[in-house]
């Protein structure tokens, strides 16, 4: 540490009344594109747990994990954007640009799932922030994570906008095999320059698609998420993406609504009249239209379709096309059977 001119400490001691102290990691990635003008700065993040549980009917999981909070990918209408909010950074900018990495991440997963108390059970990989965002290239964490789920053969359901998953078929191949995965690509358009400009840092559609015919030819089942589906904007369409993704080996599809909660409706607005000024005031009808003349709802139920004749018009519209590209068979679930404990680096006989 070297000397700060008028200050005696030279560094900050964890608040031992904040459970997460963050210190800045020294990291530097090399960008496919062009290098954002807004620097990002990333942080150690010392939580002492791994797996987050939730209680939500609306989620077909109790657990999740996520090695990064924040997320450079910096999609407009995130919904995990007020959650930076807890570590005393902004769901604007700075849900972008200061992202929080658990270097831990893949020993607190080992110690969680090596725990008697631990039921093999499906986890979401990721819950809230895509894990294999920018900084995932040079970190590693997910693919580290990745191997432990392997070792102790626990089922993963992986979620991702990132072509970068494709880094890791040799594992996602092996855990296949014993059906303890499931990939899902969210693609929220096909048009790259929508993308481009509402999801600045996510790979782009075709990347998606090939990335989802790759996994499917390795043999991993892959399937697509549609989400979040924008009312005036995106809806119309949800036949092409279905289609393009049972044409490049999606074998199931789900969808998300849009959800604007806390501070994500003034940040999606701001982006709305800026960049689609034509459309802004279309788009903003439409979404009141499924969310009782609101733009969010947080009621457990509705929060992810929505109400309303617009809502019930989106979810038929999906249902039809789903059927239609035989997206819609119900999906058998993973195997928990080949689960096993490993104690003292020795994997549990019985």
């Given amino acids: 540490m070297k000397n700060t001119k008028g200050r005696a400490a030279t560094f900050n001691t964890p608040n031992r009344f904040e459970s997460t102290n963050l210190e800045p990691l020294d990291v530097d990635i090399d960008y496919d594109d062009e290098t954002p003008p807004v620097p990002t700065t990333f942080y150690v993040d010392s939580s002492k747990s791994i797996l987050a549980k939730n209680d939500s009917p609306d989620l077909p999981f109790t657990y999740s994990i996520n090695p990064y909070r924040g997320c450079e990918h910096g999609c407009i209408y995130c919904y995990a954007r007020p959650s930076h909010e807890y570590l005393g950074f902004s769901a604007g900018l700075d849900f972008e640009t200061k992202i929080t990495v658990k270097m831990d991440a893949p020993l607190l997963l080992e110690e969680t799932l090596n725990k008697k108390l631990w039921e093999p059970q499906m986890v979401a990989f990721s819950g809230n922030t895509d894990c294999y965002q920018p900084v995932e290239r040079k970190l590693t964490l997910t693919r580290q994570c ?30 296949a095999r014993l ?6 690509l969210s693609i929220t358009t096909l048009d790259a320059n929508l993308a481009r400009r509402m999801e600045p840092r996510t790979s782009a559609p075709l990347q998606r698609l090939k990335a989802m015919e790759t ?4 043999g991993i089942v892959v399937g697509v998420n549609a989400a979040p589906i924008i ?7 949800i036949p092409g993406i279905l289609r393009v993704a049972a044409e490049h080996g999606a074998t199931s599809a789900g969808y998300i609504l849009l959800r604007l909660p806390g501070a994500v409706e003034p940040l999606f607005l701001d982006w709305l009249r800026r960049e689609l000024p034509d459309r802004a005031g279309k788009i903003i009808n439409r979404i009141r239209d499924t969310r009782q003349g609101e733009l969010s709802d947080a009621k457990f139920g509705s929060r992810m379709a929505g109400t309303g004749e617009i809502a019930r018009t989106i979810n038929e519209l999906f249902k039809l096309n789903a059927q239609k590209y035989n997206l819609a068979k119900r999906w058998s679930g993973l195997s928990t059977e080949h689960f096993r404990r490993s104690t003292n680096g020795q994997m549990e006989m019985f």
């Fill in 215 to 218: 996994l499917a030819k390795a």
């Fill in 231 to 237: 009312p005036g904007l995106t809806d119309e369409e």
């Fill in 179 to 184: 059906n303890i995965v499931h990939v899902m």
């Fill in 146 to 175: 990745l191997k432990v789920f392997l070792k102790v053969r626990n089922p993963v359901g992986l979620i991702t906008k990132n072509a970068l998953v494709l880094r890791d078929i040799d594992i996602l191949q092996e855990m």
